[in-house]
């Protein structure tokens, strides 16, 4: 059972680089070249694009690409169900994670799985909620943690409620109260998340119409939010997960009177199906996360 020259085109098209997609492989550049030609001629059409700053997958080639996926991870599964018959536990694990995760959970959770597991493999890839859905959706990724999507097609695994804080200057008017009313932030200038940051946050606040931010700031990036905080130029709200550790001069962190949160959890395609590594992972990852509450 092999499919390695559509092994070989999808990762020609996802290196962007031949030279990339044969380290990849473990093959030779020229290698690659010939099973791609191959595929080519079996096809009767051109797949690859060649340029100064490596390969493009031609319009065709872009109509094939999910079904390769998908015939791909089909193989895979197959294999890994496999060894897991035969007692050999093997495969990769696809991971769409975003930032607090990465650092609060994951390392964590890896340095588990990986005692269990050294032969499973792992590959994280940065994102968005949106991105890591479409991922997941498109046969990318096989899991992801995001906030909860409240999205049709995709299972989503609940882990734990991530609370919202309010983030104010060490010498605003608010920051000698035990609490404080999110209503109250609205008088006061507002640094809001730019799109693609945790702007996902936001959905479990704006469905009450009397909460309106004077928003004068919007920022990419947690740490320059609470810079801008911290030297006074105005006041947000962040999950307490992003929050972690840091520490800046000249702000503070207070729980908002009304308990906002999101639902932190993993989403996968279908837990049902999803590959026997992947299942693995996700026991580890609900079981190590339990251990580090």
């Known amino acids: 059972m092999s499919n390695i020259k559509y092994r070989a085109l999808l990762s020609a098209i996802e290196e962007g680089n031949l030279t990339a997609a044969a380290a990849r492989l473990n093959y030779t550049q020229p290698g690659i070249s010939h099973m791609i030609a191959a595929l080519e001629k ?30 791909i991870n089909s193989e895979d599964r197959i294999l890994e ?36 597991y050294p032969n499973i493999s792992l590959r994280l890839t940065e994102g968005d909620s949106s991105e890591i859905i479409n991922g997941i959706r ?36 608010l920051a000698d109260r035990e609490v404080v009313d999110i209503h109250e932030l609205t008088k006061y200038p507002f640094i809001y998340p730019s799109e693609n940051s945790y702007e996902d946050i936001y959905k479990y606040i704006e469905g009450d119409d009397s909460i309106d931010f004077d928003i004068k700031y919007r920022v990419k990036g947690d740490e320059a939010i609470l810079a801008m905080v911290g030297e006074g130029l105005g006041v947000s709200i962040m999950p307490k997960l992003l929050l972690g550790d840091k520490v800046h001069a000249g702000h503070i962190i207070k729980p908002l009177s009304k308990k906002y949160h999101r639902t932190l959890g993993i989403v996968v395609r279908s837990g049902k199906y999803a590959s026997p590594a992947v299942k693995n992972f996700i026991k580890t990852a609900l079981g190590g996360l339990e251990r580090f509450k």
């Open 138 to 173: 498109e046969g990318i990724l096989d899991l992801g943690f995001i906030s909860d999507p409240g999205t049709e097609g995709v299972d989503f695994i609940p882990i734990q409620t991530d609370p919202i804080m309010a983030v104010l200057p060490a010498n605003h008017p």
């Open 42 to 71: 079996e096809l009767g059409f051109s797949l690859l694009i060649r340029t100064k700053n490596g390969v493009v997958p031609t319009a065709e080639a872009q109509e094939l690409i999910f079904h390769i996926r998908q015939l």
């Open 81 to 116: 169900i496999s060894d897991k018959i035969k007692g050999v536990e093997k495969g990769i694990v696809r991971i769409g994670t975003f930032y607090s995760v990465s650092v609060y959970w994951l390392p964590k959770i890896i340095g588990i799985f990986e005692s269990k």
